[in-house]
């Protein structure tokens, strides 16, 4: 797990498949050991959907509550609801997982 | 009815819980809150031979961490003594992963058993389980179990009797022995206290203790003496207690499962077009390659609008014509005819291209190249602050800033998106390569070369500088990372879904942008009209009082209006500067720059008799990094939704743009 997290904080982006031919293991074992760092709070699964709005806060956003229901949002391609006032549709489709590491 | 078993349900998300509890309880169930949480509690009997059973449902968590409510609940129930045995599932068709549940709970001294549920999934999968290895290594009953299977449970029954006669822990002295290559693990076991927690073993204090567990923690600071914390502190300091009794778990995992799970080995071997986008060498050109040929593919989505924004503008001359004959006003045919149907002709023109990229790149990303592409663009972007999937935008931009600032949308981090939009701004749009080359080559022939590869290494420059000056207030930064990424399989578009987001998208941006371009249009024919024949209009006398300021940046008033209208349209500054500079109606100075730049027959003498070289170089760069165009300025609103920003970014090309102009117009001073 060690050498996992080292390759990991090196600034490199890589996938899971290079992490695993990296480390001479298996995709399964990479996505268990991301589960877990993920878990313990060392690395952080980047949100690919509208949900992560501007500043990180939704205070003093008109965009966000009950008002907005699926459909509202322009765009939205999965009829999901968000914040409206922030992102306007930004759900993303098939881009796979994202994971930053956090310390 | 001779004795009552209570019997705990303990494991992750999706092992199978629930549908284990509903088919052993059936309408014997409650349901409710735990006590001072918002967490389900879920409790329910059942009679089995000549027992009852009472069932807890535990929440569904991770590990036994205390990480959150549900992992605190679970250790909280497990500590209160209620249960007599627990029932660990785990997910057969994942069991390298799934078993994790299991390693954190070894330590534990309540009897257990283990269920390797979803049997049916992973005899699907292929893979063979040998549930008596597993059994005999874990030291406790295992069995590998279907709990959607309602007929098949009986190995159930006879294995929960099994663990509730025999009362087994797991088998913990091989885990054990990895815990004690950790260091300082055996001097922190050495001073836990066996009854710290009731059912927890000091070897699992041990270890919790090295993983900054906060309630374990808490725990041996109330209990044990200052001394003795310190001395644990001391111990765990330095060690990366989490990683290293992780791995020990995984180990241990791996171990029990040796011999045991027989499966085929999933290839960490890319696929062929992955093996191109992910190259060190190729990776970057490939995807370049892709992104310009997504590019130049939606223009063939974008013909008919652009034809119809087109056809819409042949309105002008009819229209002109009947209001004419009818006796109207030539104020009122003008507003008609030059800032309705003439504004509405060049929006329909860009909605076609805003269609087209939103189509095309809609189809990239749901086929999966997307995903590629941000990967593909992790480590360049990284260096300004932004994400991979900025590149996008960027790339797009050579064609048009508005779909640069409308492709934005990949973006998730606000910060993030303003910035790559503020960044985007830098690059020349198609309109403006239309304009650079001509006067380029027109002022300074064969040299034109070095000029447009100048304006190239200039917007490098300016990217760099602008990520330096806005990123700081945008992009904090924990909002950078290295990228850890699970590339998603190819597959087929859903066309269905893309062409309803790709025509309510199209919709929606025609009704934002129709309301900001026919106010600036409106605002820039009123000071460019001639209300009578012998009037000077706004623009000129407001032009040639500004002269001296603008002479500073190396611009003529004529050459300072061309500069504005270029926020307007790129492609209508050239318009813009034939007429002024030929003396003609002023009011059609602006008709030209909307309909892409009627440009005077006899311009190039005209431009080459009454502008400098150093001049012309100054309006090159001053057009080339102004603002786009107000459809930009626009589409930036739309994406970003705050007006404050939209402006600082405005406003903030404009003098960049001058001070550009300026910078160039003093060196051209020195070379020319």
């Known amino acids: 797990m060690n050498e996992l997290l080292n390759l990991l904080k090196d600034g490199h982006a890589r996938t899971t498949l290079m992490l695993a031919s990296e480390l001479h293991t298996t995709p399964a074992d990479i996505r268990r050991k991301l589960e877990f760092l993920e878990n313990a709070g060392i690395i952080k699964r980047i949100s690919l959907t509208a949900a992560s709005c501007g500043g990180g806060s939704c205070s003093g956003c008109t965009g966000c509550g009950p008002g907005v229901s699926p459909g509202d949002i322009p765009g939205d391609r999965k009829g999901k609801s968000g914040c409206a006032g922030c992102i306007p549709g930004a759900e993303l489709m098939n881009m796979g997982e994202m994971w930053e590491v956090v310390r | ?672």
């Open chain 2, 1 to 672: 009815m001779s004795e009552k078993v209570t019997i705990a349900l303990l494991g992750q998300p999706n092992s199978g819980k629930s549908t284990l509890f509903n088919a052993l309880t059936g309408l014997r169930q409650h349901v409710g809150n735990w006590p001072g949480k918002t967490v389900e509690k879920k409790e329910g009997s059942f009679t089995y031979g000549s027992k009852e059973y009472d069932v807890a449902d535990l929440p569904g968590s991770y590990s036994l961490s205390a990480n959150s409510d549900e992992e605190v609940i679970t250790r909280d129930f497990i500590a209160s003594g209620n249960a007599d045995v627990v029932c660990i599932l785990a997910d057969s068709s994942q069991l390298e992963r799934s078993l994790f549940m299991v390693a954190d709970y070894a330590g534990i001294t309540v009897p257990c058993f283990v269920i390797l549920n979803m049997a049916d999934v992973a005899a699907a999968q292929g893979k063979k389980i040998d549930a008596g290895l597993i059994a005999q290594r874990l030291g406790v009953p295992a069995i590998l179990f279907s709990a959607n299977d309602k007929k098949g449970y009986e190995p159930f029954y006879k294995a929960l009797e099994q663990a509730v006669n025999k009362k087994k822990t797991l088998d913990v002295s091989s885990l054990e022995a990895s815990y004690e290559k950790i260091e300082g693990y055996q001097k922190v076991k050495k001073l836990m206290p066996e009854d710290l927690i009731p059912g927890y073993s000091p070897m699992w204090l041990a270890a919790k203790t090295l993983e900054n567990d906060p309630v374990v923690l808490a725990k041996l600071k109330n209990t044990l003496d200052a001394e003795t914390v310190s001395k644990i502190d001391g111990y765990r300091k330095g060690v990366q207690g989490a990683v290293e009794t992780g791995s020990a778990k995984f180990a241990w995992i791996d171990e029990i499962l040796s011999g045991a799970l027989i499966e085929k080995k999933e290839s960490a071997a890319l696929g062929k077009l992955d093996r191109i986008y992910t190259h060190k060498v190729w990776g970057k050109p490939a995807v370049v390659l892709t992104i310009l040929l997504g590019l130049i593919a939606s223009f063939i989505p974008a013909l008919p609008l652009m034809g119809f924004g087109k056809a819409f503008g042949m309105l002008k001359e009819p229209v002109t014509a009947a209001l004419t004959s009818a006796g109207c006003p030539d104020f009122i045919i003008s507003i008609i005819c030059t800032v309705f149907i003439q504004s509405l002709s060049y929006i329909f023109q860009m909605l076609g291209f805003v269609f087209g990229v939103t189509l095309v790149f809609g189809l990239l990303e749901e086929v999966g190249v997307m995903a590629r592409v941000s990967y593909v663009f992790d480590n360049t972007m990284g260096k300004l602050g932004l994400q991979g999937k900025s590149v996008m935008p960027f790339l797009v931009s050579f064609g048009c800033t508005m779909g640069g600032a409308a492709g934005t949308r990949v973006i998730d981090n606000w910060g993030q998106k303003v910035l790559t939009i503020a960044l985007a701004w830098a690059v020349p749009c198609g309109a403006a390569w239309a304009v650079i080359p001509m006067l380029s080559s027109l002022f300074f022939g064969p040299g034109a070369v070095l000029v447009i590869v100048v304006i190239l290494l200039t917007m490098l420059l300016h990217m760099w500088i602008t990520a330096k000056i806005f990123g700081r207030g945008l992009v904090k930064e924990e909002d950078r990372y290295g990228m850890i990424m699970e590339l998603p399989p190819y597959h087929k578009p859903k066309w269905g879904a893309l062409l309803r987001y790709v025509l309510g998208r199209t919709k929606d941006t025609f009704v934002r942008v129709t309301k900001v371009v026919l106010l600036v249009c409106a605002i820039f024919w009123l000071i460019s009209y001639s209300f009578s024949a012998d009037s000077v209009p706004i623009l000129y006398r407001i032009g040639t009082a500004i002269e001296p300021v603008t002479k500073l940046f190396g611009l003529n008033w004529q050459l300072f209006v061309a500069f504005v209208a270029s926020s307007v349209g790129k492609e209508g500054a050239l318009g813009v500067i034939s007429a002024l500079f030929t003396g003609g109606n002023f009011a059609g100075a602006f008709n030209q720059a909307m309909s892409g730049g009627g440009v005077a027959s006899n311009l190039n003498e005209i431009l080459l008799a009454n502008v400098t070289k150093p001049e012309a170089l100054a309006f090159i760069f001053a057009i080339t990094f102004n603002m786009p165009c107000v459809v930009a300025l626009a589409a930036t609103y739309q994406e970003i939704h705050s007006a404050k920003w939209t402006a600082k970014i405005a406003v903030y090309y404009t003098l960049t743009a001058l001070l550009l102009a300026a910078v160039v117009y003093h060196i051209g001073l020195l070379i020319f």
